[in-house]
């Protein structure tokens, strides 16, 4: 893989150079001159950012893909989509039912993934066939958004209304039965309203014995010019997913099983059904032509009902090294509401011969979540994962009781201001801060004995953040950051008090250039995070109990990116990139110091080719194009405890993985159709979370998309 990478690197020039001077080879007469103008990935602001600043002005990673990379891949989930991106991967697919994702060694939770710049539940997988873009930014955005975790944060944007006519209705249908008819329906009411409708409707069978999935999405926005200088743009969103809860293939002693993929060892009946819905109002007025004022207001509810048997190897309830499992049952439902106000102010101006562009905002956020857990059932039947004839499985579905309801308040408030200072042509300074106070609650009620427990904490912190960027030329950049963020810890001391957020240490520094007129944009990045105030049972006086705990560990996480987009030739496009990672416990008092973190793989690399034929010939409307991920080991299972004599813990040791997609489609006129071979040469590894939900990859599998323009 290194050497894939190195020979892009190396040969990209040479085919630049080539392309820009085949255009002066002609045969006798020039008829036409065509100027394109050319905006790279280093150019183009991401939403997520909250500020118009080009990326190559910023001391930070930035990234994203298009709509036209995700048609053209055919990408159908997050994961599909994070093969264009390095350093921000799949963790895990706990359940079958969600997908977890990770970013320099740190999991991004529901704090870090964003839709339209508002963040979401990610329990439920989102529709990606309503996406115009897909946005990543690496490292620290505490100063934006609060106490997110540290690697960085996604941000999907759905489709807008344009004032303009038209839609498409398209037919996807792929392996395992799987099919959803889409329709993207936009429109105008008078000179001064715009509307769009995305929806479409899933179902699918799966690699996996009887598991099967069945969802619903629509996405309708309306956009109201309310006078010139003001603007309204309204979104709903809502989807209903129901699909087999499956948590994989299992694991013996720590230790992967050589059992078929496809097996399911789950309860027949077991389902995961989830309801997402909300509604946003976005409003924008221009004050002048140098400053804006900005407001979001959103509205979100996310219920999920699960009732499945309990995951392989918990509740004390081990696989035997013959295959017998004794398979207990669980179920929880989770209520959560959701709401956000936010204000921003941004304008450019001058002091002397300082130009600022200036972000000052503010937001309030808060959660309520109800959660119920029910009463498992440790024995319900048993079956053998190497051979299902052994016993027969019961087939029905007990009624369970609840046995705890919790109700658990979470309410975040910030203020942030930022500024870019552009000192010279060469020097900007990116100088900022954010104040955040967070309050978060707990009751929990048992039914049994009827006692209530209630618990309250207060926490809140100061976001900095600096950054320093040398342009030499205006296409390239050197630039150098810090910055921190903080993450609320539960639990308390051994004296009884609530614990200090941990405060989260983030240097960043790397180059940015833009080579060849545009037509290449190559970054690197180098970077460092340090939690070194990370919360761990306290051993004081012999405590055992995990809710006492102290601030004595510490994770260190290291890493290098490489980011190449490239568009040589007309109708060649590419996007490649390798990511190195370490992180590991350089403090402990629990595990292994120098032991490294679960789930994240020491290296990723990935690398998309894609060409349009554009001549008037016979291939002119066909597009095929290749995409490569490598994903490097990793590790599951549980960190050994050096705390715990003759420790039971162990890790799991999960293979690297090469995966090929390729693609070809053909447009005409009105009419695409598209074919997409995802694992060519069927790839298997696993996803797993600790040791009990380990799910296969998915084997080789071939996918048709036909749309039609209106």
Not at 421 to 450: C, D, M, N, P, Q
Request: glycine share 6%.
């Amino acid at each position: 893989m290194k050497n894939i990478l190195l020979a892009l690197i190396t040969f990209a020039p040479a085919i630049t150079l080539f392309a820009q001077h085949s255009d002066t080879i002609k045969t006798g007469q020039l008829n036409e001159i065509e100027i394109t103008s050319i905006k790279t990935e280093n150019e183009k602001p991401v939403t997520i950012g909250k500020l118009p600043i080009k990326p190559i002005d910023l001391p930070q990673s930035v990234a994203y893909i298009d709509k036209e990379v995700l048609e053209q891949q055919q990408v159908l989930r997050m994961s599909d989509a994070l093969k264009n991106f390095n350093g921000v991967y799949l963790m895990g697919t706990t359940g079958g039912y969600q997908e977890e994702i990770a970013g320099r060694g740190f999991s991004f939770n529901s704090s870090n993934t964003f839709k339209n710049g508002v963040r979401f539940n990610n329990s439920a997988m989102p529709e990606m066939s309503a996406l115009e873009r897909v946005e990543v930014m690496k490292g620290s955005t505490a100063i934006l958004y609060g106490n997110v975790a540290a690697g960085g944060v996604i941000n999907l944007v759905t489709k807008k209304p344009t004032f303009t006519t038209g839609g498409q209705v398209s037919l996807q249908t792929g392996s395992y039965d799987y099919y959803e008819p889409m329709i993207d329906v936009y429109s105008t009411i008078g000179k001064n309203v715009a509307y769009r409708i995305n929806s479409c409707y899933e179902k699918s069978r799966s690699f996996r014995d009887v598991v099967n999935a069945e969802r619903f999405y629509v996405n309708p926005s309306i956009t109201a010019k309310l006078g010139k200088k003001t603007e309204l743009l309204i979104e709903g969103d809502y989807l209903s997913d129901n699909r087999t809860a499956d948590f994989g293939v299992g694991a013996i002693n720590y230790e992967l099983i050589d059992i078929p993929r496809s097996r399911f060892i789950g309860v027949n009946w077991s389902y995961m059904k989830t309801q997402q819905k909300s509604l946003s109002a976005n409003i924008n007025h221009q004050l002048n032509k140098n400053w804006a004022i900005r407001s979001v207001t959103s509205f979100q509810q996310f219920n999920n009902d699960l009732f499945s048997n309990v995951r392989p190897n918990s509740s004390n309830q081990f696989i035997k090294t013959d295959g017998k499992w004794i398979r207990g049952l669980q179920r929880t439902q989770v209520n959560e509401e959701y709401s956000i106000t936010q204000l921003d102010l941004t304008g450019k101006f001058k002091t002397g011969i300082i130009k600022h562009n200036l972000l000052f905002g503010s937001d309030a956020d808060q959660y309520y979540t109800n959660t119920f857990a029910y009463n498992g059932i440790n024995k319900y039947d048993s079956i053998n994962v190497f051979d299902p004839t052994l016993y027969a499985p019961r087939k029905d579905m007990p009624d369970l009781t609840v046995r705890t309801t919790t109700f658990a308040p979470t309410k975040r408030t910030g203020v942030y201001i930022q500024d870019l200072l552009e000192i010279t042509r060469y020097v900007k300074l990116l100088a900022g801060v954010r104040f955040s106070y967070l309050e978060t609650a707990s009751s929990v009620y048992t039914h049994s004995t009827k006692v209530q427990t209630k618990t309250q904490q207060f926490d809140h912190a100061f976001s900095p953040r600096f950054g320093l960027v040398i342009q030499p030329i205006p296409t390239v950049s050197i630039f150098t950051s810090y910055s921190n963020s903080f993450t609320p810890n539960t639990g308390v001391d051994i004296n009884g008090k609530n614990l200090d957020p941990s405060i989260i240490d983030q240097y960043e520094a790397g180059i940015k250039s833009d080579l060849f007129k545009g037509l290449l944009s190559a970054n690197l990045t180098a970077y460092q995070i340090v939690n070194s105030n990370l919360a761990q049972t306290s051993l004081e006086n012999g405590n055992t109990n995990s809710n006492i705990k102290e601030l004595a560990g510490e994770v260190t996480s290291k890493g290098l990116e490489v980011d190449i987009t490239a568009k040589p030739i007309k109708g060649l496009s590419i996007i490649a990139g390798y990511s190195f990672n370490e992180a590991k416990y350089t403090e402990s008092n629990t595990y292994i110091i120098g032991s490294l973190l679960r789930y994240n793989p020491n290296h990723t690399a990935n690398a998309s080719v894609s060409y349009s034929f554009t001549q008037n010939n016979i291939l002119n409307g066909v597009n095929v194009g290749i995409s490569g991920l490598y994903f490097g080991e990793r590790f599951a299972g549980r960190s050994t405890r050096v705390t715990v004599n003759n420790d039971t813990y162990k890790l799991i040791e999960l293979p690297a993985y090469f995966q090929l997609d390729a693609n070809i489609g053909y447009v005409k006129n009105n009419i695409s159709i598209r074919f997409k071979v995802s694992n060519i040469f069927d790839e298997l590894s696993y996803n797993v979370h600790d040791d009990n939900s380990v799910n296969p990859i998915a084997p080789r599998q071939f996918m048709t998309t036909i749309a039609f323009k209106f």
